[in-house]
Every structure is written in C-alpha cells, then in structure tokens.
C-alpha cells in the first residue's frame, strides 16, 4: 500500500520539500534564480542645471561661413523713411544689434543664424510705421501711437516689433519690451499685492528688476545724459544729480525696489521737456499678448484667479495703450499678437474682430456684437475700443523675389531666381508666408 502511494506520488512530479523536477513549471511563491543585470557605464557628463534651456533659447545672429552680401544699405534715421527703401533689405547696425539683443526682441525661430549679418526686409507697411514714428516726434504736440499688431502665423508681426523698435533706437528714443507676454501671467515669477492699491495691484518685483536691467543696458547712451528733475518717494535716498542710467542700475540690482524705481523712471522720462532737462519720446512694445487679455496664472488671498489687467507692469502698459494717459513728449504704444502660442480668449478674439471691422470703415450694423449666450470681460473691450489695428500682410510676388535675391547672394538658395521660381515659391509659402517662405527656400530637402 505504502509502495503504490510513493509510485503514485512520483508520477505526478512531487519529490522531497525544496527540490523540484527538471521540466516542470515552478509552484507558486517559490524562489528562482534571478540574475541582477549590470547598468550601463555612464561616460558623458550630465549638463548643469538650465544648460538645455540655454541652448534651447540662444540667440545666434552672424554666421561666418554665409557669403557677405555687398550693396546693401544701412538701417538708420535717414533710411527708414526714405520712399526708395521700399522692397529693399536693410543691415542692422552693429550698436542696434546689441541694444536690441539686451531689449531680448530676436527670437529662436527666426533665421538669423543663416546670414552674415541681420538684415530685414523693409515692406510698405514697414515704412509706413517708421513715417508715423517720425510724424509722432516732429509734431507740435507730441502724439501718442498705439496700435495691435495681427496677422497670421509667421507672417512676421515679431519682426515688424524689432523694425519698430530698431528705427526708434536710430531716432535717439528710450525704448522699452517685453518680449513674452506670458512670462507675466503663468505664475513662474514671485508677485506681491503693493499697499494702498485699490483694485489691489499686483508687483512682480524680479520681473521688474530684470526688465529695469534690459532698459539699462539697451538704451544706455540715452539715460546716461539725463539726470533727474524730480524728488521721487522711493525706500533709498537718490542723488540730486543722478543719472536715469544709474536709477534703472539700481532698482535693477535690488528686486526689492524695483518697482518704486521703475515708477521714479517712468515719471522722469515722461515729464515735461524743457531745456534744462530734455526728455525723449519712449517706445513700449509687448509681444504676445494674447496672453495678458484673461485671467492671469497667480492667486490672491481667497485663492481667486488675479486679472492680468491687476499686475502692476501690464496695468501700467493698458493705461497708455488704451489711452486713458497719454505721454506729454510723444511715443508709441505697440502690441503684437500671437498665432503659435495662444490661449483661449473669447474677449479677445471679438475685440480683435472688431477692431478689424473699425478699421475697414465698415458700418456699425455689421461690426461683430457680443454673443448673448458668452460671458465676455468689459475691462479687455474698453482697453481695446479705440486701439488702432494694423493687419501684417504677406509679402507681395515683388518682395518674395527680393528675399529670394538675397538668399541666392548668401549662398544659401541654389536655384536659378526667375518669374517661374518666385511664384512657385510665392505659391508653396501660403501667399507670401515669410516663415513658410524661409521653410520652403532654407531648409534642405530630403
């Protein structure tokens, strides 16, 4: 009995406790030779903190294996308005280069790595805006330029900022950006409520210091000849005969004052000129700001939502823009939107609609009304009611052939420049796209 029960035992595959049979599969809960894998040997180095967004985000603006293109003209006071520069390139000097590049207006996207020097394409609506530029500061009255900069994307609303701000700079103006609207309203500054403030205002203090520091360095030949002309309650003790030049220096330095200074810089710079103490006109562009048009990232202290129009820079930036305050030695207010990086904004988008309806003289039954079935936010429709809109329009088959011109003379474009290829590119570039066109013309092909 005893045999019969060990034999049956075998033919089901049990042996002694721990031991198991070749070829049958492991009990459950049992323990199997695991062999631990070695890791791989790690020969590179790991990049320090923010070296991939450094070299995400530089600026590469000369290329020294591009061909020199000879004949082009200088971007200057003189140029820019000139009737003959009309569909012609114009080279930024190298001291616009550099004041533009601490004002941060070039972008990632854009080719200027391509060519030996940066030169833009001056269009007609370029030189219109460099006239009225002109006209603001030649007048008796000094006026007040304020304009919405729209288009679709890539037809160079950016590009039309710098041309702004490049001619403003050749003018002897003070200018001052802000390159990314959203970098004031997704919450990745600190922000503080500034006492006293009703609707309570918001101060984004590092922002602030890093914007005085731009204003600083870029137009430094400017501020450091104009000295103040008022007593300003700020936290520190100024000098009576401080440059504007080293006021921006300081609140630069300290976050803390930055804001205070800021104020201080702003009310010397729009003071009255007079002789003894000349004040030029001053040029504030915002890019992107669509995203400035809603509620803002930040919270208050009921963790409510914060109103971009409450942070201090962008409430500073809408009095002007929407001209409730107006600038006693003449200036412009510009803003560009954005088509590749915006938010939902229905308030937005039918003022924008609008704004294009005023400006085709349409009649007021057919300019769009608000939807009675859409909340929409009347602080953002009275800023823009009286703004003017200015359309970026797509390069013409004329302008395309000149673009197309000067990539062929830096030897970056090998095909032969003709009526056939302008307007095959013209065509493949969505009309005169000028990002598709740079697309279609740069980039090789594979």
């Excluded at 940066?118 to 460099?130: D, I």
Aim: net charge positive; proline share 6%.
């Amino acid at each position: 009995m005893v045999l019969a029960m060990l034999s049956q035992s075998v033919e089901r595959g049990e042996t002694a406790k721990g031991h198991q049979r070749a070829g049958t599969e492991p009990t459950k809960g049992r323990k199997t030779l695991r062999i631990a894998k070695k890791a791989p040997p790690k020969t590179g180095k790991a990049p320090a903190p923010g070296e991939r967004r450094a070299f995400r985000k530089r600026i590469v603006l000369t290329n020294p294996n591009a061909i020199e293109v000879e004949g082009l003209k200088g971007l200057n006071n003189d140029t820019t308005v000139k009737e003959s520069s009309k569909g012609t390139l114009l080279v930024l000097p190298e001291q616009a280069v550099d004041q533009l590049r601490e004002l941060a207006v070039f972008k990632p996207t854009q080719k200027w790595r391509s060519f030996r020097k940066p030169a833009v394409l001056w269009t007609e609506q370029s030189l219109e805006l460099a006239r009225q530029l002109a006209t603001v500061e030649e007048q008796q009255r000094p006026g007040l330029l304020r304009r919405m900069l729209c288009g679709e994307k890539g037809v160079g609303k950016s590009v039309m900022l710098l041309q702004a701000q490049a001619t403003a700079l050749s003018r002897g103006w003070v200018v001052m950006s802000i390159p990314e609207c959203q970098d004031l309203t997704i919450a990745h500054t600190e922000y503080s409520p500034i006492p006293g403030t009703a609707p309570t205002t918001y101060a984004q203090n590092t922002y602030t210091a890093s914007l005085l520091a731009r204003i600083s360095r870029a137009n430094d030949g400017v501020l450091s000849t104009l000295e103040l002309s008022k007593t300003h309650s700020v936290p520190i003790p100024l000098q009576s005969n401080l440059s504007l030049a080293r006021l921006a220096q300081i609140g630069a330095s300290d976050p803390d004052i930055a804001w205070p200074i800021f104020q201080a810089l702003w009310d010397e710079l729009t003071a009255p000129s007079t002789d003894q103490h000349r004040r030029p006109p001053v040029l504030f562009c915002v890019d992107g700001a669509n995203h400035v048009m809603r509620l803002s990232e930040y919270r208050d202290r009921d963790f409510n939502l914060i109103h971009a129009h409450d942070l201090a820079l962008v409430n500073h930036f809408m009095a002007y823009f929407s001209g409730a305050t107006a600038l006693p030695n003449g200036g412009a207010m510009l803003a560009a939107t954005s088509m590749s990086n915006r938010p939902s904004t229905p308030t937005f988008s039918l003022a924008l609609e609008q704004m294009r309806a005023r400006a085709r003289e349409s009649a007021e039954k057919d300019v769009p009304q608000p939807s009675p079935f859409q909340k929409y936010d009347d602080r953002i429709l009275d800023v823009l009611k009286d703004v003017e809109y200015m359309e970026v329009k797509k390069l013409s088959r004329h302008d395309t052939g000149r673009l197309l011109e000067y990539y062929a003379a830096s030897g970056l474009y090998r095909e032969t420049v003709d009526a056939r290829r302008v307007g095959e590119k013209w065509t493949l570039s969505g009309g005169g796209v000028i990002g598709e066109l740079e697309r279609v013309a740069l980039m090789p092909r594979v």
